[in-house]
């Protein structure tokens, strides 16, 4: 009886060690939290993206001034006798 008490109690401890190693159980879940995590907040970062976006398309269908600006500011052009002053830009 005693024998099986001793090994029951050294198999619960082992399982313990085992259980808040870092190699499994508990830290094994909060490393799958925290990427979880991450993964969420690059999702918003991404939706919040495709948003001003997607507003960005919707001003250059809707304006020419929108088109204007873009290729104004995106691409260099300009209008016929316009002068174009290129700043070089900052890092």
């Known amino acids: ?3 099986g008490v001793l090994i029951s109690g050294a198999l619960a401890l082992l399982f313990c060690i085992y259980l808040f190693s870092d190699r499994g159980g508990i830290g094994e879940l909060q ?3 925290q990427r979880v995590q991450s ?3 690059d999702i918003q ?3 919040a ?3 001003r976006l ?3 398309v919707e001003s250059a269908k809707r304006s020419t001034f929108a ?3 873009i290729a104004r500011e995106d691409l260099g052009m300009s209008k016929k006798g316009e002068i174009v ?3 070089p830009k900052t890092r």
């Open 54 to 56: 997607r507003a960005e």
């Open 67 to 69: 088109v204007e600006r």
């Open 85 to 87: 002053y290129m700043l």
């Open 1 to 3: 009886m005693r024998i």
């Open 49 to 51: 993206e495709n948003a």
């Open 31 to 33: 490393q799958a939290r």
């Open 39 to 41: 993964l969420r907040a």
């Open 45 to 47: 970062r991404l939706q």
